[in-house]
């Protein structure tokens, strides 16, 4: 099991960024693929970004590409996501969370092992 802290979420406007950190406890928190989700008010929890154990690979949903960057340092335990270029449809709260494989269904939110708290990131128009 691992266990996870999300932190850097806050508010901002239209075109700024943000940098959220997920620390992970637990000696096998490198073996594990991470992975960003987000939840709006009155919706489903979607899919952000995954990285592998390795950060060798990443994917990202069409929402974000080209505007957040997923990236881990295994040596502190922690995975970050870069925020740029935010946008009010980016409301929302976001959650980091533990799969032992990218695999094919890294979408599927009910595929991961562990999940953090989550944190609030709210852009301003």
């Known amino acids: 099991q691992v266990q996870l802290v999300e932190s850097g979420g806050g508010l901002v406007q239209a075109g700024g960024s943000l940098r959220l950190s997920c620390a992970g406890s637990?000696?096998?928190?490198?073996?594990?693929?991470m992975g960003w989700f987000r939840q709006a008010p009155g919706k489903e929890r979607e899919f952000v970004a995954i990285i592998r154990w390795t950060g060798t690979a990443t994917i990202y949903a069409d929402s974000v590409k080209g505007r957040f960057t997923i990236s881990r340092d295994n040596a502190k335990n922690t995975v970050y996501l870069q925020m740029n270029t935010l946008k009010p449809e980016d409301t929302a709260v976001y959650y980091c969370?533990?799969?032992?494989?990218?695999?094919?269904?890294?979408?599927?939110?009910?595929?991961?092992?562990?999940w953090g708290q989550g944190t609030q990131v709210t852009v301003s128009s």
């Open positions: 969370a533990a799969k032992r494989l990218i695999g094919t269904d890294y979408k599927d939110s009910q595929k991961y092992d562990d």
């Open positions: 637990g000696r096998t928190f490198s073996s594990y693929a």
